[in-house]
C-alpha cells in the first residue's frame, strides 16, 4: 500500500531553518511528483511547490521563492522540504502528497500524515 | 495566480441533509479542480478529481459538476463522518490554489 511517512516535529527559533522529510514506499518513487501543502493554524490549504523524483526538477509558489527548496534522493525514495529564514507565521503542518503528473488530470490522491513545525523565540 | 473561491465558508446542516457547496476559480480551467475533505488531526482526502470523478473508496453520496469558473460539490444523505472541512483546489496552472474551505458543522 501507498505510504507517505514524514519526520517529526519540530521547534525552530526565527531565522533558523527547518528541514522535513516524507519517505514514500508501495509505489514506483520516480513516476510520480510530490507536493507540499502547509496548513497554519486556524487558516486553510496553501500549496508551496513540487519536486519531480525523476531528475529533481522543482516549481515553487512565488511567495516562498529564495527561502524554500525541494530536494529527493532516490535510493531511499525521500523527499525533502527545507525552509530557510523562518518567521512566526511558518508555524504550520506541513504535508506532503503525491501527483500522477505524467498525464492530466492532476491532482494529490495520496498524503503523509504531515509535520508541526513550530517558529518560537 | 488562479484564486478560488468558496461559498459558503460555513454551513450547518443535519443528518439526512443534501449539502451543496460552490467553487468559483479566477479564471477558467476547464476540469482541473479537485475536491478535498478534511479532519481535524488529519491529512486532506481526495473526494472529486477532475470535477466530476469520484475517487476510488469514496462514498458515493458524494458529487462534483463543472467546468470552466463555476464548480459545485454536492453531499447526498449526509452522514456523521461527513462533518468536516471541505477544499477546492485547481490543477490548471502552477500555483496550484485552494478554496478558503467551508466547514460542515452539525446543526
Known amino acids: 500500500q501507498v505510504r507517505l511517512v514524514h519526520s517529526g516535529a519540530e521547534v525552530k527559533e526565527p531565522g533558523a531553518s527547518v528541514k522535513v522529510s516524507c519517505k514514500a514506499s508501495?509505489?514506483?518513487?520516480?513516476?510520480?511528483?510530490m507536493h507540499w501543502v502547509r496548513q497554519a493554524p486556524g487558516q486553510g490549504l496553501e500549496w508551496m511547490g513540487m519536486?519531480?523524483?525523476?531528475?529533481?526538477?522543482?516549481s515553487y509558489a512565488q511567495k516562498f521563492q529564495g527561502r524554500l527548496t525541494m530536494t529527493r534522493d532516490t535510493s531511499t525514495s525521500t523527499v525533502y522540504m527545507e525552509l530557510s529564514s523562518l518567521i512566526s507565521e511558518d508555524t504550520a503542518v506541513y504535508y506532503c502528497?503525491?501527483?500522477?503528473?505524467?498525464?492530466?488530470?492532476?491532482?494529490?490522491?495520496?498524503w503523509g500524515q504531515g509535520t508541526l513545525v513550530t517558529i518560537s523565540s | 495566480d488562479i484564486q478560488m473561491t468558496q461559498s459558503p465558508s460555513s454551513l450547518s446542516a443535519s443528518v439526512g441533509d443534501r449539502v451543496t457547496i460552490t467553487c468559483r476559480a479566477s479564471?477558467?480551467?476547464?476540469?482541473?479542480l479537485n475536491w478535498y475533505q478534511r479532519k481535524p488531526g488529519k491529512a486532506p482526502n481526495l473526494l472529486i478529481l477532475?470535477?466530476?470523478s469520484l475517487q476510488s473508496g469514496v462514498p458515493s453520496r458524494f458529487s462534483g459538476s463543472g467546468s470552466g469558473t463555476d464548480f459545485t460539490l454536492t453531499i447526498n444523505n449526509l452522514q456523521p463522518e461527513d462533518f468536516a472541512t471541505y477544499y477546492c483546489?485547481?490543477?490548471?496552472?502552477?500555483?496550484?490554489?485552494f478554496g478558503q474551505g467551508t466547514k460542515v458543522e452539525i446543526k
Open positions: 479564471q477558467s480551467i476547464a476540469n482541473y
Open positions: 477532475a470535477a466530476s
Open positions: 502528497a503525491r501527483d500522477r503528473h505524467y498525464a492530466a488530470p492532476f491532482y494529490l490522491d495520496y
Open positions: 483546489q485547481q490543477s490548471y496552472g502552477v500555483p496550484w490554489t
Open positions: 519536486i519531480n523524483p525523476n531528475g529533481g526538477g522543482t
Open positions: 508501495g509505489y514506483t518513487f520516480t513516476n510520480y511528483y
